[in-house]
């Protein structure tokens, strides 16, 4: 069974008030005709469902997880544009993959409205170990790997510098609460987490990117599978260490 969420949908309320209000003229119309059976088997399965639209017009019920064959970058950054404004965005993956594109993206939310609080964890870049384990079977190298994780610190870094330069005008000199990390296991996959609402989480191919690779998202808080993968990312936060900014600043 799914979590059932409160939410309107005006259009679902008034299609399911337009079919109750046909059910009761059938209803009433057939009796005045002479076909009260007809009419009566006809009006209550209208009426009724008339009644089930209605009710799917101010409940949704979520599915516990779904499974997409792919990643899906731009699915992600429509849940993070709706996430509450000060919802907690945690992230763990071995480098960010579309991070020219994440980065701006978090900037103007950012600037605009939103007052996120943001947690990433990437793997270690100055651990040849981890970095040949996780490139073993890939076209890429690990010095390529390497790069990657330093310039996703630099993008973000640049983006927590250019936000607090605009909040320090615009919010009496608040700063992003903003975290870097880096963990020193091979994880099984990346994973997202949107608040307290979305779970994205992927599975590390051995010889190509997760984002050619399947996509599972969970949805219900409450799940045992949620508090499976919220507990690793817990953990993963307490054994990280902060990341040595001179190596990432002096990179090429």
């Known amino acids: 069974m799914g979590k059932i969420e409160y939410k309107i949908s005006s259009i679902r309320l008034s ?63 429509r849940v993070i544009e709706k996430a509450p404004q000060d919802a907690t965005i945690r992230i763990l993956q071995t480098w960010i993959p579309d991070k020219e594109i994440l980065c701006p993206f978090l900037k103007e939310l950012l600037k605009e409205d939103k007052k996120f609080n943001i947690e990433l964890l990437l793997m270690d870049h100055q651990s040849d170990f981890l970095l040949k384990s996780r490139t073993a079977l890939r ?44 963990y020193d296991f091979l994880p099984f996959g990346p994973i997202y987490q949107i608040g307290e609402e979305y779970l994205f989480i992927g599975f590390y191919i051995n010889f190509a990117s997760s984002a050619t690779g399947p996509m599972l998202i969970i949805r219900n808080n409450e799940s045992k599978l949620w ?10 936060c307490d054994t990280s260490m902060e990341p040595d900014e001179s190596s990432v600043t002096e990179s090429k």
């Open 15 to 77: 299609i399911g008030s337009i079919i109750v209000a046909i059910a009761c003229g059938v209803l009433a119309f057939g009796s005045k005709i002479g076909l009260q059976e007809f009419s009566l088997i006809f009006g209550i399965s209208l009426f009724l469902g008339g009644i089930i639209v209605s009710l799917a017009g101010i409940f949704k019920i979520i599915p516990r997880y779904k499974l997409y064959d792919k990643w899906d970058d731009n699915f992600i950054r």
């Open 139 to 182: 076209t890429e190298d690990h010095e390529h790997a390497e790069q990657q994780i330093k310039d996703t610190i630099k993008q973000f870094m640049l983006m927590e510098d250019e936000v607090n330069k605009v909040w320090e005008r615009k919010r009496n000199g608040a700063k992003v609460n903003f975290k870097i990390e880096l």
């Open 227 to 236: 508090k499976l993968f919220n507990e690793h990312l817990v953990k993963a």
